[in-house]
C-alpha cells in the first residue's frame, strides 16, 4: 500500500502561483508512475500531468506552459508548480499513485481557489 497527502492548495489570485505537494509514504518501491489530477465542482476528475519512471512526464495540453510536475526522490514527494492561474483552475487537487496491479492509490486532495 501506499499513503498520499497533499499539501499547498489555498485561494490564489488570478494570475498568482501555487505550489502543490504530494508526500508519500509505503509501499513506495513497487509506485509505477504518479500523477496530478483536478476536479472542478459538478465536473469529472480530469489529468494535470502523470510522470512514468522511463517515459517522463505528460502534461493535459491546455495546461501546458502554465503547469510544472517535479520530483524530489530524496523526500518522496511530488510537486505541482501552478503559475499563471485562472479561475478556471479552481477545483480539488489529487494526487495518485499507480502500482501496476496493485491498482491506483489517491489522496485525499487539496482545494485550490483561484478568485480575486
Known amino acids: 500500500q501506499v499513503q498520499l497527502v497533499e499539501s499547498g492548495g489555498g485561494l490564489v489570485q488570478p494570475g498568482g502561483s501555487l505550489r502543490l505537494s504530494c508526500a508519500a509514504s509505503?509501499?513506495?518501491?513497487?509506485?509505477?508512475?504518479m500523477g496530478w489530477y483536478r476536479q472542478a465542482p459538478g465536473k469529472q476528475r480530469d489529468l494535470v500531468a502523470t510522470?512514468?519512471?522511463?517515459?517522463?512526464?505528460n502534461y493535459a495540453d491546455s495546461l501546458k506552459g502554465r503547469f510544472f510536475l517535479s520530483r524530489d526522490r530524496a523526500k518522496n514527494t511530488m510537486y505541482l508548480q501552478m503559475n499563471s492561474l485562472k479561475p478556471e483552475d479552481t477545483a480539488i487537487y489529487y494526487c495518485?499513485?499507480?502500482?501496476?496491479?496493485?491498482?491506483?492509490?489517491w489522496g485525499q486532495g487539496t482545494q485550490v481557489t483561484v478568485s480575486s
Open positions: 509505503g509501499d513506495i518501491g513497487n509506485i509505477y508512475s
Open positions: 495518485s499513485a499507480n502500482l501496476g496491479a496493485e491498482g491506483d492509490y
Open positions: 510522470y512514468t519512471s522511463g517515459l517522463g512526464t
